[in-house]
């Protein structure tokens, strides 16, 4: 039964419904702005569902493949009906959604402000779920409540019905108690209105600038359900790997990687990657791979371009496992760790686990100076930018899903190929993908055998170009 207050409420819509176009209309830069920002999260082959859709104006501007709006105003369900008839329409209370179907993005849009129970509506966003679903959820950002009082106050917006002034804490944890976890939230705006050159630079300059990305007016919350708990037999039987080794001058670490890599998961794929050496390197895997043929089932190529990019894309294309990882050679990441990455992925605690350097204290010459105080900087930079905690963006170590990974590879025109070593390509390509991006502290180790491929100087001003590029690229579009 809908409760009492709802029906008020749900009155105060219909009543609503003959003048929403028109005020949608007028007020069209803040609600596509809106709409915009999803967009860059969204896969045009995505299912999308929208609660409390009103006519279904933000369905109609987003991506997507197959579009349901649900709205318990029957006038608004009715004009949406006449006005989007691509988009299929529900009227139905939030509070008892009863589709038959899973979506693959889930958006509630400035609505729970005037939800009665927030709580019993996320509830329910379950039944429409399913593991890699995503859940958007857009509201004013209460730094703002007084201004927008005093809007309304003064006619500049419309009054709207009494509102629950959430905060993103507040949200965060309505979400959890309902099932999902939050895993990356983000403002921008300050100005809701067409002003030429004034709002693109308050906007999309200002707005998304450290610290003032606090204080936007619209706030983007990112959850997803809540990975069920699984036993360690399961977890054991969920993912094939395939671990890929770029390798060039490495002939003395090849057969250390095989003998240390532990065994994970249902079965393990190891993919070396040759090139440009100047060491017998590529013979020493020829003969490995014989040497270890009756143990372990393990592919070799060369590639034909350069660098550790070039290599690993190689690598990916020809994987064949669930899982991609990525293993130097030099196994300055300990070989006996992958199969934290591997529980890390396979248990769901992230979709993108990011190997990282800085968390526990290093071997005296792992890692020189100049290149620990760059990492620093990454570290805090990528934070940032991707608005997760990054502590570090180029350890050798990146996992993820092949399923993901191919559509990473799919889109990655947008960023273009713009990255020799491969691990921004990466990191930024999951966070387009809106992927959850996690953490794990390895202990970083000496080198062994050999010598660094990279030169800190001329790859420095190669790294912070790209990082100048993706700024671009990810904030201020
Ligand atoms: N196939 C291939 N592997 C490379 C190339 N450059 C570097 N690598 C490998 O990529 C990994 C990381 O390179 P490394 O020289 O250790 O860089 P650093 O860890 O930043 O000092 C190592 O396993 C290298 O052997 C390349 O051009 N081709
Ligand atoms: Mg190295």
Not at 249 to 270: C, H, L, T
Not at 384 to 400: A, F, H, S
Not at 427 to 444: E, S, T, V
Request: overall charge positive.
């Amino acid at each position: 039964m809908t409760p009492y207050s709802n029906l008020e409420i749900q009155k105060y819509w219909d009543n609503f419904s003959e003048r929403w176009a028109k005020y949608r209309k007028r007020r069209s830069y803040y609600w596509n702005s809106i709409s915009k920002y999803c967009n860059y999260f969204i896969h045009p082959n995505s299912s999308i569902l929208e609660v409390g859709c009103g006519h279904g104006d933000l369905l109609n501007t987003i991506k997507g493949k197959d579009k349901t709006g649900i709205d318990f105003s029957a006038k608004m369900i009715e004009a949406g009906r006449g006005r989007f008839p691509h988009i299929e329409f529900h009227q139905m209370a939030a509070e008892d959604i009863t589709l038959q179907k899973q979506y693959d993005v889930i958006i509630l849009s400035n609505i729970i402000g005037v939800l009665p129970d927030v709580q019993s509506v996320f509830v329910q966003l379950s039944k429409v779920s399913h593991d890699k679903t995503r859940v958007i959820v857009t509201y004013y950002n209460r730094m703002w409540e007084p201004f927008i009082r005093l809007a309304e106050f003064m006619g500049i917006k419309r009054k709207s019905p009494k509102q629950n002034w959430l905060s993103c804490s507040d949200i965060q944890n309505l979400l959890y108690l309902s099932g999902f976890e939050s895993y990356k939230e983000s403002r921008n705006m300050f100005l809701p209105y067409y002003v030429p050159l004034l709002s693109t630079f308050l906007n999309r300059f200002v707005s998304r600038l450290p610290l003032f990305n606090r204080m936007g007016l619209s706030q983007f919350i990112f959850a997803r359900p809540i990975p069920e708990t699984m036993a360690t037999h399961q977890l054991s039987q969920k993912y094939s790997t395939s671990i890929i080794i770029p390798a060039r001058n490495e002939s003395g670490n090849i057969e250390d990687a095989i003998r240390r890599i532990p065994q994970f998961g249902k079965s393990i794929e190891i993919i070396y990657v040759e090139g440009n050496s100047t060491d017998d390197t590529w013979e020493t895997i020829q003969a490995v791979q014989k040497k270890y043929a009756h143990s372990h089932n393990i592919k070799i190529m060369q590639q034909e371009g350069k660098g550790k990019g070039d290599a690993v894309r190689k690598g990916f294309e020809a994987a064949s496992g669930d899982i991609l990882m990525i293993l130097d050679a030099d196994l300055t990441v300990p070989p006996e760790d992958l199969s934290k990455f591997y529980n890390a992925i396979a248990m769901g605690k992230g979709e993108f686990i990011n190997g990282v350097r800085l968390v526990y204290p290093m071997e005296k010459n792992a890692m020189r100076p100049l290149n620990t105080v760059g990492n620093h900087f990454f570290s805090k930079f990528f934070t940032y930018i991707l608005e997760r905690p990054i502590k570090d963006t180029l350890c050798g170590t990146k996992v993820m899903l092949k399923s993901d990974y191919e559509k990473l590879a799919a889109n990655r025109k947008f960023f273009g190929e713009f990255d020799p070593f491969g691990d921004f390509d990466l990191l930024f390509g999951a966070y387009k993908l809106n992927l959850k991006i996690i953490d794990l502290p390895i202990r970083y180790r000496e080198r062994k055998y050999g010598d660094t491929n990279i030169s800190r100087f001329r790859h420095g001003v190669i790294l912070l170009r790209m990082s100048m590029f993706a700024t671009y690229k990810i904030k201020f579009w």
